[in-house]
């Protein structure tokens, strides 16, 4: 049930004044580096995920405004979109997230736990995307904006205290008991409104029957994916399907945490690339649990390997959903969507491993929370 809640408030808040305030504030403080603009565009993604906690949502609230002005600068329409949908996969570890809440359902561990789990991951490869674009503008000669002053960015960083109480109060709110996931969705929507409709006035009433019935479009595809998805993993479980594939792989990693983290991230890799995330997690997870808790694993940290592969999948060919997405929004065909696509995969490929060998980049947080 926190699913059509999360997204009907991340639709509230890309139709209204937040996405804007988030570009602003970061902007300041980063147009004066080296690939400024990019930097920009990827930090404000990771912000607008902690409110929204929807890929899609991101690209579109994110992507709409900061296209022109990449383009504008010198940027590649190919690098200009290929970073939009990328850093939007930040927005999938950064909480709340969709994929998260799915992944604890089925797992069935504490959604709060793994909100928090997410966080560390998301800035770390917030950071990644940071230092290629700072690379890639100084190969390309792009020189930076005037440095913004402090008055200016004080100014900003007044018009997002209102937004930036979305994270807050959803993984505040869970992780103190105040609230579970399913009434933290329902406050965030509460949030949304008051923050969009009341006192930014951008969203009007009338506008919120279109919006719901955006959510209820999106939500029946979920729902219809979910219970698919379900269906297909009873049946590949009665059938044995899964036993036949990875029975040998799983058997021959014994309990190697190592080995048994990359089959993981590969399984999953490779189904979010052709499947949808959700279907994937609800196929895979119920598979892969008994391995997880042979070799010791910790859920969580599985939890965020599942979801940053969920996260990459949204965003790679052949049928990542950013990737329809953008050419829905921005009116591209999809080679070129694609085309700067590699270099931000291999990143997030790298960050994987990185997960994989350092977990306490996972778990740091939620053992920090649990003390």
Known sequence: AAVPM???????????????????????FTRHIRGGLPITTAA????????????????????????????????????????????????????PSIGFIIYGVVMKISIGDLFLAGILPGLLILAMFAIYCYIDSRLKGITPEPQASWNERLR?????????????????????????AVEASAVAVA??????????????????????????????????????????????GTAGVPEKILGPLIEGIGDNQFLA????????????????????????????????????????QVGVIVTLQAAIGSATPPFGVDIFTAIAVFRRPYMDVIRGTPPFI??????????????????????????
């Open 44 to 95: 404000a993604c990771a912000l607008f995920g902690a409110v929204s906690g929807s890929t899609q949502a991101t690209v579109v609230a994110i992507g709409t405004p900061m296209r022109p002005r990449l383009l504008a600068k010198g940027y590649s329409d190919h690098f200009s979109l290929a970073l939009i949908i990328n850093s939007s996969d930040i927005a999938l570890l950064i909480p």
């Open 156 to 180: 900003s960083m007044r018009r997002v205290i209102l937004p930036m109480g979305f994270p807050v109060l959803v993984v505040g709110g869970i992780y103190g008991g105040f609230f579970s």
């Open 346 to 371: 291999a990143i997030l490929a790298l960050a994987t491993l990185v997960l994989i060998l350092f977990p306490q980049i996972s778990l740091l947080l939620p053992s920090l929370g649990g003390d």
């Open 261 to 300: 983290l990359l089959l993981i991230a590969v399984a999953f890799f490779i189904g979010c690339m052709f499947v949808d995330p959700i279907v994937v997690i609800l196929i895979l997870v119920p598979i892969f649990k008994p391995l997880v808790q042979s070799t010791g694993l910790d859920p969580l």
């Open 191 to 236: 949030y949304a409104f008051i923050l969009e409709v009341i006192i930014y006035r951008k969203v009007s009433i009338r506008d919120l029957g279109s919006l719901a019935l955006s959510t209820g479009m999106i939500t029946a595809v979920v729902f219809i994916l979910v219970a698919v998805g379900a269906a297909f993993s009873q049946t590949l």
């Open 6 to 28: 999360f997204i009907f408030a991340a639709d509230i808040l890309t139709k209204g004044h937040t996405a804007n305030r988030l570009l602003d504030v970061v902007d300041t």
